[in-house]
Each structure stands twice: as structure tokens, then as C-alpha cells.
């Protein structure tokens, strides 16, 4: 394998994006006169106006110390980011404007200032790390001269943007900049990744995409030595593989819609260089499951720009258009989304160069979009429903409780109509240390006390992978979908034998939906509650059942005389640390016996 590899290393990297310099110079002048791309020109100048008021903040050791004494990431992130959002904007402001040594000027400041950083990875990464260790070691001159640095998401990523960065404009950077850029992608990121192993290199998440993509566009990019290149390209290659372990067949990312955009994103934009590097030998597009991961994107947006956002992910997305342009190149049966689902140039709050660049270099004027139809997608491997009908979007889950990002969430469920929620997944809360230990269940949007499913004996459900559903059958016609399955082995109740929950969805005309819940238990259960989660809406109660009132309205139908209804809110950090509130709409069976059945009517416009 090494020395075939090798062989099929034949593109010069200079010319992976561009075909000459030239090239690269009329292209970057032609867009300027274009219509289709005057929106996104105009909001990178505009940030770049804006920024060049402003002098580099440089990152403090006190930001830096905040999440090693309080668990909290938000304020180094938030200025580590827009360091990268500096660097993004005044990169291809030169490549727009070349004669303009403002920008030009401010490139090579922050440059200079990102490559001085004391680590290129989040301090929430760095935890029981070299760089945090404090404790003089026997060897502390080898220690110095040859340090073990960590590599995480950002740092991989930096790399990434710098090599790229130093190819597109070695013509204009000073070389001393290109010099100390080089150095530090080295120094920082090829040489540990050459000499040491890391734990992301088998992870079957978004890490092995992004940290191994990054890292194989960086050598793609600055790597001469044709040993050295192939050997990092390999096991780039094997972490890739493990990436597209963590997708069942349907393709579906259980990690959420953002980090589909986000490691599958990376992966193609390896992918795409290692192509044009190999001439096409090596394609990492046409391997099993690739062409089903890219259709999560039009599966997952449910109205306008809603999204199905189990496990840690947003109520609202957009589209990278330069990626899903792409896409749709190289799998053809792909749906291009309409224009209006453009992420704007700021939208991405950790300003990465990758996407940014390609959203510019990989759009297409002439791939037209069009709103996502009407659909029925059932995600049979993942266990997941999704179903758009005439404004009206119903969603449910199955799976397991140890999915990447996970949420103990089996059998939980959405409802809206026209864009409006009413039956919501919290989505994902404020990342902090506590949120990626021990303590994640804790959270209201992580545990299934904050999301639509029963709550037996007292009990939430477990985590774990044996934490499971089991699907009992699956039917779709014109009229309706159904989806049955059993719910038991998701919690640790020991007298439940079986939990069948089934959902019925009636989606002609104005639809509906129908959910009966039946336990079977060996002796008496001593508590049964139903909770469902909805926003914070008029609520008005009728004699037999209750109205949630937005801009729409639906109606929960349930027999008050098999169940008590309370109504309480609560509220939790969501991911940008704002409160956001919300209703837990408790529904507790007041005759208990071995078998009950329980039964819901959602009925839309009531």
C-alpha cells in the first residue's frame, strides 16, 4: 500500500484548487462583476470595514485559565474565534482586492498573532494535556526540545487554513510570514501527528473527519517529502474510515444536522484535494454509504429553515451552497437547496476557513434551487421518521442511548405547522466541561426528563448502547405513516416487560397525529407520567383536552378521565448561554395496572 500510495501522488499541490496563478487572479476578478455573488462579496467587505476599525484582540492568559477554574468555554472561544473570523476575512479580501496593501497588511498581523499562541486548541481539549502539565519532569530540556502537543478540531483546522492559505498567496505574502506559517503547521501539528498517536484517529464522529481531514489538506499542501506525505496521507485515510463507521447505511449523522455540515463537510473537502492530488486514483466519494450521507442534508431540513434537530443539534440551520454545490456534482440525484438557505458569511460562530472559502469558490450560478417537496423519509437503520407534508412536519426517533452527541431520547417526537413548533426537541445546551462528563444527563436537554417520552416509577431512561428500541413494523402510503416500536429496554425498570409506543400519522388535508403508548408490566407500576415538551405558548385546557395557541394552534385530545394533566415551566442554557424557557406538559395515569394503554390525538387547527 505505502509505495502504490506514493505513486498516485501526482498533482502539483499548487494547482488543487487553481490551475495557475493567473487563473486564480481573473477568477477572483470575475465574481466581482457578478450578481449572484454580490451578497456574500458584500458581507465579507462589510466585516472587513468593520474589523480594520478595530486592532487584533489578542487572546489573555487569564481567557485562557477560565475553563481550567470554571468549566466555562464561552469567553476564550469567543475571542479565539474571531481571531479566525480576522484571518478569514482579510485572506480573501487580498484575494479580491490584491492592490490593496491595507488588507494585506492586517493579513500579516494576524497571522504573526495566531502563530504566537500559546496552542492552537481550545482550553477544553487541553485538559490533562502536555501543554497543562505544570510538574518539571527529569528531562526537562528534552521535554522543551521535543515537546508532544495535542492536536484537537482547532488546531487541525488552523493548520489547514495556513497551508491553504500560504499556497493560494505565496505570490504576495512575505516570506518571512510563509516561513513562520510553515514552521508552526510543522512544529505544532504534522510533526506530533507524525510521531505520536491520538485517541480522535479511531473515533467514529466528527473528530476523525476534521482533525485527519485538516491534517491531510495541510500536508497535501506544504509537505515535500513524498515518504512523509504518504505516510500521513495513510493513516489520514484509515482515521476517514472509522469516521464513516459512525454512519448506519441510511446515512443518517445521529450527531445532529450541524455536525453532518461540519465533519462530513471536512471530509469532503479532503476528499476533494486527495482527488485532484492523485488525478482521481484515490476517491473517497465512491466508497459504500458517501452517496447516502450526503442526502442527510435534504432529509433533515423540514421547513424552510428548520431542521430535525435531535442530539446536539440547532432548531435552525442553514446550507453551506459552495458544498452542496458541490455535492450535487459528484452525486447527481442530490436536491440543491434554494438560495434563500444560504449561510451568510457570519453565521458560522467559529469562523472556519474551509467551508468560508469554498462557500465562495465552490458556488454555482447556474444550479438553481428550489424548496424541499413534500416527503416520507424513514431512516431504517438509525430508527428515524421524518415527514414534511403541505407545511406540516412530523418527526420521531428511535435508536440507542450511546449515539455520538447523545441525548437519551428514544422515542421522542416533533410537531409543527408552517415553520411553528409546538411538540420541540430542546436541541443542544451550552457547552461546558460538565456537559461532556459524567454530569451530561443532568442537563434538561440531554436527559429524557427534557424530551417527549414517558417517565416510569420515577424513573428516566439510561444511557448506554443496550439502552435500545426495538422497531415492531413500519407502513407509508399516501395517507399516513406508522411507526411502532418497543420502547422497554431504554429504561432500567426492572417489572417492565414491554413498552409499545406507536405513532400514527394521518398527513392528507390538515394532519394529525395519533400516539398510543401500552406498558406491560409483571406487577403494578407505582408511577406512569407522559411528558411532552412544547415552547412556551397560550395553553387553554377544554373538557377533553388541551390547546396549545401560537400563530397556529393544536389541540393535545386525551381522556381526562384516565389522566391528570400539569403544566410546568422550566428552562435551561441553550447552546449560545441564553436561557431559554419552555413547557413540561405531565400527563400521569391515575389507574395503574399490570397492561395500560394510553392514547393522544394531536390534531392541527382544532
Known amino acids: 500500500m505505502f509505495i502504490e500510495f506514493e505513486k498516485m501522488l501526482k498533482a502539483n499541490a499548487s494547482s488543487l484548487l487553481f490551475s495557475s496563478k493567473k487563473d486564480q487572479a481573473n477568477w477572483f476578478e470575475s465574481i466581482k462583476g457578478k450578481l449572484s455573488y454580490t451578497s456574500l462579496i458584500t458581507e465579507i467587505r462589510e466585516e472587513a470595514d468593520k474589523l480594520l476599525q478595530h486592532p487584533i484582540k489578542e487572546l489573555t492568559f487569564q481567557e485562557f485559565t477560565i475553563f481550567r477554574e470554571t468549566g466555562s468555554r464561552l469567553e476564550y472561544e469567543k475571542s479565539y474565534f474571531a481571531k479566525r473570523r480576522r484571518l478569514n476575512t482579510f485572506a480573501i479580501m487580498t484575494l479580491l482586492e490584491p492592490t490593496d496593501s491595507a488588507y494585506l497588511r492586517e493579513l500579516h498581523e494576524i497571522i504573526w498573532s495566531i502563530c504566537n499562541e500559546y496552542s492552537w486548541c481550545l482550553p477544553a481539549h487541553l485538559k490533562n494535556s502536555p501543554e497543562m502539565n505544570t510538574e518539571y519532569e527529569e528531562d ?34 512575505d516570506p518571512l510570514i510563509q516561513k513562520r506559517m510553515k514552521q508552526e503547521v510543522y512544529r505544532r501539528v504534522l510533526l506530533p501527528f507524525q510521531n505520536h498517536s491520538f485517541h480522535w484517529e479511531t473515533s467514529t464522529h ?12 495541510a500536508a497535501l499542501y506544504v509537505v515535500d517529502d513524498e515518504h512523509m506525505l504518504t505516510s500521513i496521507l495513510e493513516r489520514v485515510v484509515q482515521a476517514m474510515t472509522y469516521y464513516l463507521k459512525g454512519f448506519n447505511e441510511d446515512g443518517a449523522c445521529m450527531e445532529g444536522y450541524g455536525y453532518w455540515q461540519y465533519g462530513f463537510g471536512y471530509y469532503v473537502y479532503f476528499a476533494d484535494l486527495l482527488k485532484k492530488k492523485t488525478s482521481g ?22 421547513y424552510k429553515n428548520k431542521v430535525v434537530n435531535f442530539s446536539d443539534s440547532t432548531e435552525t440551520g442553514s ?13 447527481p440525484k442530490l436536491e440543491v437547496p434554494e438560495t434563500e438557505l444560504r449561510a451568510a458569511y457570519a453565521d458560522d460562530h467559529c469562523s472556519r476557513w474551509a467551508p468560508a472559502f469554498r462557500n465562495l469558490i465552490w458556488f454555482d450560478e447556474n444550479k438553481a434551487g428550489k424548496l424541499w417537496g413534500n416527503a416520507t423519509y424513514y431512516l431504517k437503520d438509525s430508527q428515524w421518521l421524518i415527514s414534511r407534508h403541505t407545511d406540516y412536519v412530523f418527526a420521531c426517533k428511535g435508536g440507542h442511548n450511546d ?18 413548533t409546538f411538540l420541540k426537541d430542546l436541541g443542544s445546551g451550552m457547552y461546558c466541561e460538565g456537559y461532556f462528563n459524567q454530569e451530561r444527563y443532568s442537563f434538561l436537554c440531554n436527559g429524557s426528563q427534557g424530551h417527549s417520552v414517558p417517565i416510569i416509577n420515577h424513573q428516566y431512561q439510561s444511557a448506554g448502547a443496550a439502552r435500545h428500541a426495538s422497531t415492531i413494523d413500519f407502513l407509508t402510503n399516501e395517507e399516513e405513516d406508522m411507526l411502532e416500536m418497543d420502547l422497554a ?18 398527513k392528507k388535508h390538515i394532519p394529525e397525529m395519533i400516539l398510543s403508548d401500552t406498558y406491560y408490566c409483571t406487577e403494578k407500576p407505582t408511577s406512569i407520567v407522559e411528558r411532552f415538551i412544547s415552547p412556551v405558548l397560550k395553553i387553554t385546557e377544554e373538557s377533553n383536552g388541551v390547546v396549545l395557541v401560537g400563530n397556529e394552534k393544536i389541540k393535545i385530545l386525551f381522556d381526562r378521565d384516565k389522566l391528570d394533566l400539569s403544566i410546568q415551566k422550566n428552562q435551561f442554557l441553550n447552546h449560545f448561554g441564553e436561557q431559554e424557557e419552555f413547557y413540561q406538559l405531565d400527563f400521569a395515569v391515575k389507574d395503574l395496572r399490570e397492561i395500560i394503554r394510553v392514547d393522544f390525538r394531536f390534531v392541527f387547527g382544532e
Open 489 to 506: 429496554k431504554a429504561y432500567e425498570v426492572e417489572t417492565l416487560e414491554k413498552l409499545v409506543r406507536k405513532f400514527i400519522w394521518k
Open 206 to 217: 466528527n473528530w476523525a473527519a476534521v482533525c485527519a481531514g485538516s491534517i491531510g489538506a
Open 319 to 331: 446550507v453551506f451552497l459552495g458544498l452542496s454545490h458541490y455535492l450535487k456534482d459528484v452525486f
Open 403 to 420: 449515539e455520538p452527541h447523545n441525548h437519551n431520547d428514544i422515542g421522542h417526537f416533533i410537531l409543527q405547522a408552517k415553520g411553528e
Open 281 to 302: 486514483a484515490i476517491d473517497l466519494f465512491q466508497i459504500d454509504k458517501v452517496d447516502q450521507i450526503a442526502a442527510f442534508q435534504q432529509k433533515c431540513f423540514i
Open 140 to 173: 526537562f530540556l528534552q521535554t522543551i526540545q521535543n515537546p508532544h502537543y495535542t492536536i484537537d478540531l482547532f488546531a487541525a483546522e488552523t493548520a489547514f487554513t495556513l497551508s491553504e492559505i500560504n499556497k493560494l498567496m505565496d505570490h504576495v505574502l
